[in-house]
């Protein structure tokens, strides 16, 4: 049975959650500003520099993210970003941070994936072997996680903060759990290539 979906209805789905994005992070920042709490304020703010950095790249590029990535780089962010930072559920959620960093391999590996596609079409290429495409995505989101964590180490030590607890115990488990997050939908994605392989 072929399952209707309705574009334009997934479209307003998604506007309508990044709209309630923007506007959590607007009473937020008032809130934050009138409590002084300025450094939450700061925070609330540089969300919403990121979903209109995120629109304007998108933008400026011609690009439209696959609306299953877009909510989870949506959703990425309502957790990254909101819940954990701004709202300091660090101490709240346990192995919230580990959580993250699982979610992150997940999403980089469909975005691998999509700038691959990409790249095949620019080329004018028909295709290429579904196993290179999923081992690209894989190397792709691993490769991620250890440039976050250089990106972390270098912001420490830069203006003394400490994204990593100076702990390189904490950095090789933020890159594992990355690596696993990417690892299972490689997994989960082939898989499902073959199930279908064998239906056809």
């Not at 209805?9 to 309508?16: D, Q």
């Not at 959703?75 to 192995?95: E, K, Q, S, W």
Request: glycine share 8%; hydrophobic share 50%.
């Amino acid at each position: 049975m072929r399952q209707n979906t309705d574009p334009n209805r997934n479209h307003r789905f998604y506007s309508i959650y990044e709209l309630m994005l923007y506007i959590i992070c607007g009473v937020s920042i008032v809130y934050f500003a009138i409590n002084g709490s300025y450094d939450k304020t700061f925070q609330a703010g540089l969300i919403m520099i990121v979903l209109l950095l995120l629109r304007g790249i998108m933008t400026w590029t011609k690009t439209e993210l696959p609306p299953a990535l877009y909510l989870s780089v949506l959703i990425f962010i309502t957790i990254t970003m909101m819940l954990a930072n701004l709202f300091g559920m660090y101490g709240v959620i346990p192995y919230l941070d580990k959580i993250e960093h699982l979610l992150s391999g997940v999403i980089l590996f469909f975005v691998g994936q999509f700038i691959l596609n990409k790249l095949i079409k620019r080329k004018g290429i028909d295709s290429l072997p579904f196993n290179i495409i999923v081992w690209f995505s894989l190397f792709f989101a691993i490769a991620m996680a250890g440039m976050w964590e250089i990106y972390e180490f270098s912001v420490d030590h830069l203006f003394s903060l400490r994204s990593q607890n100076g702990s390189l115990t904490d950095t090789m488990w933020d890159i594992i759990c990355g690596t696993v997050g990417a690892g299972a939908t490689a997994l989960y994605v082939m898989t499902k290539h073959i199930k279908i392989d064998k239906m056809n």
